[in-house]
C-alpha cells in the first residue's frame, strides 16, 4: 500500500509538473533446453503487428519477440565478457529513418563487444562510410529481393501474421589460415538469413565469415571462437526487449502516483488470444550443410528442404515474466527503485500447445478494438503506484477508474516530432564504381514512403564481397556458387519448416524484382540510395 515516502514530495498545491517517462524492460519466454548437437542453427515462426498505433518519434525503440543466437565457445572460455552473436529481428529502432506502424525486420549480427554491427546489405553501424563497422558485413545472396538500408520491410497493415525466419551456416567459402593478412585462421560458416512470408521463400542475405573473424587480428586469443567458425549455442533466449515507449507521470496532493502509457497493443484472433511465436526449432548441422557442401562438389542439386530428422523443436515450459516499468523521476525520488508493471493482473499464459507461445486478456482491464480485417486489444493505458517496500508495482486502473481529475488533464504524452528523415547515401566510388554495377540505377517507390534506388552488381563484385578478405580467385569460387543457387533454388521453394498454425506475413510487395534480361543467374540488386518519397 501507499506509504509517506510519496506524501512527502507532494506539496499542498497545485499538483506538481507532469514528467515525460518511459515504459521499458523485457517480456521472457523460457524454453526447455536441447542438446548442444543441435548447434547448426535455428528457425521460428514470429507475429508482426504495429504495437503502437501512431509512430511517436525516434525515440520510440522496441523489438518484437526476437532471439539472441551465440556462439557455443571452447571450454574453457576463452574470455567471459566476448560478446558477439546475431540478434536483430522485426521492431523498430532508435535510427529507424523511414518509419511506420507497421514493423521492419533486420539482421543484427554483432561483432565482438559491438566494435560493428551488421543489420543487412549496405546498413550497420553508423552512416560514416569512412568508418563502415559492419557495412560491409553482410552479403547480398538473393537475386529476387531488394534490402533497403532501413530495415526490410512488411506489408503495411500486417497486423498478427507470423514471419518465418532463421539462420543457417552454408558451405559458400572455403576456410582459411589467415585473417585480414593476420596469422589467426577464419572460418568457412556463412550464416544465411532464411524467410518464410507469404510471398517470398528462401535465402536473402549472409554475413561474411570475415565480419565476425576480423575482430581476432587484434585480439589472436580469441581466433575461432565467433560463429565464423563455431557451432551455434543452441539454448537461445527468446524475449522481447523494449527500451521506450512515450509515457507521463505525476503525483498528486494525497501522494499518490500515477502514469499514463501511449496505446499499447497485441494482436488476437477471434477468440481474444494472441499467438505470438510457433515452433522455435533448432537444427543439427547435418539438416543442411552436408547436402549443399556435395553439391558444390559435383553432386546432384539436393532438395532445399531442411531435413525435419535433424532437428528438434523447442518446448516452452508454461512460463513467462515480464520486467515492465514505467520510469518516473517522481518514484526515484520516493526510494520506490524499478516498480514493474503488474502484468499477470490482465495477460495470462496460453497453453493451447508445447510449441506456441502467447497471451490472452482480461477483458475488464483490457479492450478489443475491430478493424478492417484484423483484431487487436489495447492494454491498460492509466496505472497507479502501489507501494510495498520491495514489492512495489503499477497497478492497472480498471475501464471505469481513472486518476483524479486534475492530475488526468496533466497526464498528456508527448506529441510525435515532425519527420525530416534524411537520405541514406553509399559513396560513388571505390568499390562501388570499381568493377561496379551492370545496370541500373533503377528506383522503386516502397510502403513507408521511400524510394529506394538500386542497381544490379555481378554477385562476387558485391561491395560486400570485395571487403570479406577474400582473393580473386576465392571471389570466382564464390560467383559459381552463388550461380548454382539461383539456378535451382528459387524463391517460391520452400526451405523453412512452415507453421502448423496461422497466416504467414507478406514482405512490401515492392521489394520483390525480377533480374534484367541476361543478369538471371549470377546477379544481385543492391540498394545505393533510400530516401523520402
Known sequence: MLTGLL?????????????????????????????????????????????????????FQTGLFGTWMFSSMSEP??????????????????DTRFATPTPKFIMGGVALDFQAWANGPGAG???????????????????????????????????????????????????????????????????????DAANFKGPVAFFTPHFFASVTQARPDLAGEFLDARPADPNRQL????????????????????????PTRFPVDAEGESVLVHRVTSFRRRALWPAVEEWFAGAPVPTTTIDPEESVVHSFKGDSWSTWTIDSEAVDAAGAGE????????????????????????????RTRVGKDRLLVTLPETYELELDGEESRWMPLGKR???????????????????????????????WSEPGPVAGPFEAELGDGSVVTYSWYRFADQPALLNAGLTAGEREQLQERAELLHR?????????????????????????????????????????RQAAR
Not at 514528467?19 to 524492460?25: A, I, N, P, S, Y
Not at 526447455?32 to 504495429?50: I, N, S, T
Not at 560491409?136 to 529481393?145: H, N
Not at 532501413?150 to 589467415?178: H, I, M, R, V
Request: charged share 20%; aromatic share 10%.
Open 77 to 94: 572460455r576463452p574470455h567471459s565478457e566476448a560478446y558477439s552473436d546475431i540478434e536483430g529481428g522485426l521492431g523498430w529502432w532508435r
Open 239 to 262: 524475449q522481447m526487449e523494449t527500451q521506450y515507449v512515450p509515457s507521463a507521470a505525476a503525483v498528486d496532493r494525497q501522494g499518490r502516483a500515477f502514469a499514463q502509457v501511449a
Open 339 to 366: 516498480p514493474r508493471i503488474d502484468w499477470t493482473g490482465f495477460a495470462t499464459l496460453l497453453n493451447q500447445d508445447p510449441h506456441t507461445f502467447g497471451y490472452s486478456w482480461d477483458e475488464s482491464l483490457t
Open 401 to 431: 477508474q481513472r486518476p483524479p481529475g486534475q492530475l488526468r488533464k496533466q497526464l498528456v504524452l508527448p506529441e510525435p516530432p515532425e519527420s525530416n528523415p534524411q537520405p541514406y547515401t553509399t559513396p560513388d566510388d571505390g568499390c
Open 125 to 195: 553501424k553508423g552512416r560514416d562510410w569512412n568508418k563502415p563497422s559492419g557495412k560491409y558485413g553482410v552479403a547480398q545472396l538473393s537475386p529476387w529481393i531488394l534490402w533497403p538500408p532501413d530495415g526490410l520491410n512488411l506489408a503495411q497493415g500486417t497486423c498478427g501474421e507470423l514471419l518465418g525466419y532463421g539462420y543457417l551456416p552454408l558451405p559458400l567459402t572455403e576456410p582459411k589460415p589467415t585473417t585480414g593478412g593476420a596469422e589467426v585462421p577464419t572460418g568457412n560458416q556463412c550464416w544465411t538469413l532464411f524467410l
Open 7 to 59: 506524501l512527502a514530495l507532494a506539496p499542498a498545491a497545485p499538483c506538481p509538473p507532469v514528467q515525460q517517462e518511459k515504459l521499458r524492460g523485457y517480456l521472457g519466454v523460457p524454453m526447455e533446453r536441447v542438446d548442444e548437437e543441435f548447434g547448426g542453427g535455428f528457425c521460428m515462426h514470429v507475429a508482426a503487428w504495429p504495437l503502437l498505433e501512431e509512430y511517436p518519434g525516434n525515440k
Open 488 to 528: 535451382h533454388w528459387t524463391r517460391e521453394r520452400q526451405y523453412l519448416p512452415p507453421p502448423t498454425r496461422g497466416t504467414l506475413a507478406e514482405l512490401d510487395p515492392a521489394l520483390i524484382v525480377e533480374p534484367p534480361r541476361g543478369f538471371e543467374l549470377g546477379y544481385v540488386p543492391i540498394v545505393t
